[in-house]
């Protein structure tokens, strides 16, 4: 992606060689702090990965869905929250996330989604490199991989490699994801037909209840139920937060398998999710890394169908 030319360049040069100093609005860097990394235009947020597991929010909570490794938080130009991170009606979503959920991996079938009936997780192992921010853009590099359960000792069936980049024009926050899994053993991972699993998106608190979510689909789709299994190059997802309306539209890139792929939509939750699987049953095989391409793009106010197309026909050509 070219990143948007909107750097202050002597005010970004300053803040940055005087950490004290407060940094420009358009100046877009990445830090590791504790358990996230941060990626941040000025003072506000862009997101926030959980790298290691970090605490539970809630005592409730039982300690086998303490997971890392996935973006705990996005958020709009004016710093409104448009994801949710362990929602009490399904503890196991957040923000963005990509576990596979079912599966068939040597004669077992570990459910890598569901944590809680422990048959399968999504470990974060490590970030690859530094932390970088370069020419009004910024991310990082992480590794995870996919823990078998249920083999007697745990197994690991799949390596997972995520490229996270962020930039702003301050109107709109843009993220790019590009997942690359790859077989960690000869053994290939098996994925029958299924109506979800892949690419998670859980959204606002705020927005759950049939009514709170709203939905714009590429061919002008409103309907969510409609949206559900829906073949579609992007889909915008929004609701109020704060009494006023933003939301965040997901682009699939058309280089992906199964391009446009399917949807699923819960009926009355804030959950999206890009399913492959839901077209026929498919595989990773040894040798042959799975890549999928996603780019994320984040505002306040309702969504620009003209504008959110012309954004989809510019990430379709990018290589």
Known sequence: MKPLSILAGA??????????????????????????????????????????????????????????GYIQAIYTPSGKLVTDDFPPN????????????????????????????????VDFVKLVGDVWSKNATAGFKAEHRFIDMLAKPEKVALLETWEVTATTDGKRNVIDLTITQTCATDSP????????????????????????AKFLTASGITDRLKVNTAKEPWCWVGGQVDGQPCGIAILCHPSNFRAPQPIRVHPTEPFFCYAPQQAGAMSIEPGQPYVMRYRLIVADGGPDAAALQAAADEYAKVK
């Open 189 to 212: 991972l098996k994925l029958p037909e299924y109506h979800y699993g892949g690419l998670g998106f859980r959204g606002n608190r705020a927005w759950d209840g049939a009514g709170n």
């Open 90 to 121: 399904h503890v196991h979503h957040h923000g963005v996330w990509s576990p596979w959920t079912s599966t068939e991996f040597e004669g077992r079938k570990p459910d890598f989604w569901n944590m809680g009936d422990g048959k399968g997780r």
């Open 11 to 68: 005010a970004a040069a300053l803040a940055l060689a005087q950490p004290g100093l407060a940094r420009d609005k358009h100046d877009v860097h990445a830090e590791k702090t504790g358990t996230q990394v941060i990626v941040s235009a000025g003072e506000r947020p862009i997101l926030k990965y959980q790298a290691e597991p970090g605490e539970l929010p809630r005592k409730d909570i039982k300690p086998i869905f303490k997971r890392g």
